[in-house]
């Protein structure tokens, strides 16, 4: 199968967008990501799936700890920034004043939610690893419209009943 339909066809499903944050030895990272769902109850697990040529999917490795941030569509900048699209900012957590997890991962300020977990289960899957998280600590923080993802644009999500 072409890999372009396949690419057309996931772009039709909408996502929410969280920016996933690691730290090793004292170093910060993070990345956008849309690959991220809920897989159990108990024990509490996510599942996300990282490239395998992102550094910080690296560090989430070697750290077994990351964070989740799920992004409010007023954040949407981060959303761009954690995605690599402003390429004059190396240090992508350059002026954001953050608070961290009990492991240390970032937690940006008012993100609309964020789970703090340590790696459960790593599966190679071609290109990617699916990591399984298992859920440590969360929390609510703020009540703003979260940032989406639909066919390649930033949007927001609006009730229709």
């Known amino acids: 199968m072409d890999s372009q339909i396949f690419k057309a066809v996931m772009s039709r ?3 929410g ?20 769902a809920s897989v159990s109850i108990d024990p509490l697990l996510i599942s996300m799936s990282v490239a395998k040529s992102l ?30 699209m402003y390429k004059d900012r190396e240090n992508r957590f350059e002026n954001i004043l953050y608070n961290t997890t009990t492991t240390g991962c970032p937690i940006l300020p008012g993100v609309y939610a964020w789970m703090g977990c340590s790696v459960y289960q790593t599966v190679d899957v071609g290109a990617s690893n699916l990591i399984l998280g298992e859920v440590e600590e969360a929390g ?22």
């Open 13 to 15: 499903w909408v996502t």
């Open 17 to 36: 967008i969280s920016v996933v944050t690691t730290t090793y030895e004292g170093e910060v990272q993070g990345f956008t990501a849309n690959s991220f």
């Open 55 to 84: 550094y910080a999917g690296e560090l989430i490795q070697k750290s077994k700890t990351f964070a989740i941030n799920v992004l409010t569509s007023d954040q949407i900048e981060w959303g761009k920034l954690f995605a690599g």
């Open 140 to 161: 609510i923080l703020d009540d703003g419209e979260p940032l989406a993802y639909f066919q390649r644009q930033w949007g927001t999500f609006k009730a229709i009943e």
